[in-house]
């Protein structure tokens, strides 16, 4: 229904990788790998740190919390990408892009806190070690995750909510391979500014305020690990910061360049490639870099893998 430039938009295509028409099924079986992959990993971190009672510890509670995030943001859009590498009209219904774009944001936000509580944990551990087992109760935890995952939970449904009410003109073609907010932006008609503005004072407060506490704690710990007097004892404890600091980095590194600056002189197919990274490709290496190296983990796989009892663990399990 055309009302003169104003299309009522029912459904949207995204054009994905179609400039790389030659290299879809080559992209599809990559990103079906590394998917395959990604899901392998972060369920067995899930698993792991549940039934071993020996990773029932404030950080690895955290490590699976972000294993879970990252399985729900892998799902949502890795899928939808995947049939549509293989289909000729890759449509997305309106409902069900407005849906992924609110997860999207939902789970982005969850990350960010959930790295800045990271953060957090090894900054009592290091900084206030006697006092960490009193600080980091199982209750406090449990609050502070709850707090990370509903954490962008009005800003995800306010922002979608207004964006997807806004009238759509000439084109319902979006130039990304999943809704993000900016490429269903450059098809709305309306003024857009206060839209950009809030989005931007949203991105800081779910992005920019989380690292700034991630920074913060670091400064303390740096503090306190330059003040050990042994070499030994310095490199031990700094190596417990290494993962999460690699992690943080990596998402930062990829997130902030798309989010942060959204009209940056990066062309839309550089950005996709920049997106791809972030909702492919880190969500596999975080396990790799957090967990799958760490020798807690690998002796809990060898344990539940090489006993006879693991049935009766799942019968037992618990989330803490």
């Not at 229904?1 to 009522?8: D, S």
């Not at 990408?81 to 936000?109: H, Y």
């Not at 964006?163 to 809704?179: A, Y």
């Not at 050990?228 to 690699?246: D, K, Q, W």
């Amino acid at each position: 229904l055309n009302l003169g430039n104003i299309t009522r938009v029912t459904h949207f295509i995204l054009l994905g990788f179609t400039h790389l028409a030659q290299l879809q099924l080559l992209l599809f079986v990559v990103v079906l790998l590394v998917f395959t992959v990604t899901m392998t990993e972060n369920i067995l971190i899930v698993f792991i740190a549940a039934v071993d009672p020996a990773l029932h510890t404030p950080m690895y509670y955290f490590l699976k919390h972000l294993s879970l995030i990252e399985i729900c943001y892998s799902l949502d859009i890795v899928p939808k990408m995947l049939i549509n590498l293989l289909s000729e009209r890759k449509t997305s219904s309106f409902t069900a892009c407005a849906l992924q774009l609110n997860l999207i944001l939902l789970f982005i936000s969850a990350e960010c806190f959930l790295l800045a509580i990271m953060a957090y944990d090894r900054y009592i551990a290091i900084c206030h070690p006697l006092r960490y087992a009193i600080i980091m109760a199982k209750k406090t935890c449990r609050q502070m995750s709850a707090v990370a995952w509903l954490s962008g939970f009005p800003v995800a449904v306010g922002l979608t909510g207004w964006l997807f009410s806004m009238p759509f003109c000439k084109s319902n073609e979006v130039n990304h391979f999943f809704c993000d907010i900016s490429p269903v932006l450059k098809l709305v008609c309306s003024d857009t500014n206060i839209f950009e503005l809030l989005v931007f004072i949203a991105t800081l407060l779910i992005m920019v305020l989380p690292f700034i506490l991630i920074t913060i704690s670091y400064i303390y710990i740096i503090y306190t690990i330059v003040q050990m007097p042994m070499a030994e004892s310095r490199r031990r404890v700094f190596s417990t910061c290494a993962a999460h600091l690699m992690v943080v980095t990596l998402f930062y590194c990829t997130t902030c360049l798309i989010h942060l600056y959204p009209k940056s002189s990066l062309s839309a197919n550089n950005k996709k490639v920049v997106s791809l990274s972030y909702t492919v490709i880190t969500p596999m290496l975080n396990p790799i870099i957090y967990s799958l190296r760490n020798n807690d983990v690998r002796e809990a796989l060898q344990r539940a893998f090489s006993r006879k009892i693991v049935s009766e663990r799942l019968r037992t399990l618990s989330f803490f």
